[in-house]
């Protein structure tokens, strides 16, 4: 909304700020962070009287969180996602169809994330939605999305995926382009899933992983700086660091109620449609490989439990004490805090090695 701001430029100078990507991402930034100062207790105060007894607390984890979180609500990620899609909604420049895009898998995985919290609420259960009802719906999603991302791009590169440190190397996958871009998507937002266990342990790798995604959008939609760099070029993903910016002061403000001991959990109204946004960002960027290294804490929570399920069931013999692996850790003796500021610091570092193949090709 604020974009259009720009056309008025030519009458007062002022106003050109709001062509700039960086100002409105800034602005994002601040307008999200400022909702959920605003609004996060009220909406806190609010779930808390609607769901009673709170989150359901799986009764075969680590025995202190029967303790400790027992009675926290859940569905914080409704105060992620009105806030990030507010200021999203204000700082981008709304004739942008990525921007539609990614807004559409952001919903729609938070509408599934949703169902499956307001499940557990209602039956007091740790088990919501059907896995393979929900896996579907969330196919259905994702493909329309990276359809919609092929129809955009140019040809032949609309299909094919590129390779971090090789910068002429690119797979054409044809039609197959749709299912992967959705496996993708699907597969960011359920890691994501799996790495919310303990407070502000998913919030902060989610935001680091939006810092980076905002650079990546931004120079891969400059036509400048992807010459410079040797990356791809997609026209009108710059736009998408605005959306980036909005999760990340969202997060901010989650991350001020969610800090140990949390006041509400993100749920997988927030855990699903933060994973499926970073996913089709990457997507839109052609940095789908480059996702699998910024977010390759994600990707070793949901490798934990697939090796633990295949293991369990070919041998009857676990692989870790409990999956996913942070709570593995918990049984070795972690504290909480200690399991969550390692793997923030694990983020961290696989952020600075994924931005880094912008530059070693």
């Given amino acids: 909304m604020f974009y259009f701001l720009g056309e008025f430029a ?34 806190i105060s609010s779930l808390r009287m609607r769901q009673g007894h709170g989150q359901p607390i799986r009764e075969d984890g680590p025995a202190g969180h029967l303790l400790t979180k027992k009675g926290t609500p859940t569905m914080g990620g409704l105060m992620i996602l009105s806030g ?12 942008n169809p990525y921007v539609w895009i990614v807004i559409a ?34 196919f259905i999603i994702a493909g329309a999305a990276a359809f919609a991302v092929t129809v955009l791009d140019n040809e032949p590169f609309s299909t094919s995926i590129a390779f971090p440190f090789l910068k002429d190397l690119t797979l054409n996958l044809g039609i197959f382009f749709i299912p992967f ?9 359920n890691a994501v899933n799996l790495t919310d266990g303990l407070d502000g342990l998913a919030i902060v790798p989610v935001m680091i992983a939006c810092a980076s995604f905002a650079l990546i959008a931004y120079l891969s939609g ?16 710059g736009e998408l660091a605005v959306i980036a910016g909005a999760v990340i002061g969202a997060g901010l403000g989650f991350l001020w109620f969610n800090a140990p001991p949390a006041a509400i959990f993100m749920g997988d109204t927030g855990s699903l449609s933060l994973g499926g946004m970073i996913g089709a960002i990457a997507v839109a960027t052609k940095h789908e490989i480059v996702l699998a290294i910024i977010g390759g804490l994600f990707v070793l929570e949901a490798v934990s439990v697939i090796v633990q399920v295949v293991s369990f069931k070919l041998t009857g013999k676990r692989v870790f004490r409990m999956a996913p692996i942070h709570h593995h850790f918990e049984y070795k003796g972690w504290t909480e805090s200690q399991v969550v500021i390692r793997f923030w610091i694990i983020a961290v570092v696989l952020a600075l090695i994924g931005l880094a193949t912008l530059k070693l090709r």
């Fill in 10 to 43: 030519d009458q007062l100078s002022a106003l050109n700020v709001f062509r700039y990507i960086t100002f409105r991402t800034g602005g994002a930034i601040m307008t999200a962070l400022l909702f959920v100062f605003l609004f996060g207790p009220k909406i």
């Fill in 84 to 95: 990030a899609l507010v200021a999203a909604l204000l700082w981008s420049d709304l004739s």
């Fill in 105 to 138: 898998v952001t919903v729609g995985f938070g509408a599934i994330g949703f169902y499956d919290d307001y499940l557990k609420v209602t039956k007091s259960s740790d088990k919501g939605f059907g896995g393979r009802a929900r896996l579907g719906l969330e």
């Fill in 181 to 189: 871009a959705a496996f993708v998507m699907v597969g960011a937002g």
């Fill in 222 to 237: 400059n036509a400048v700086f992807a010459n410079y760099l040797q990356i791809h070029h997609v026209p009108g993903t």
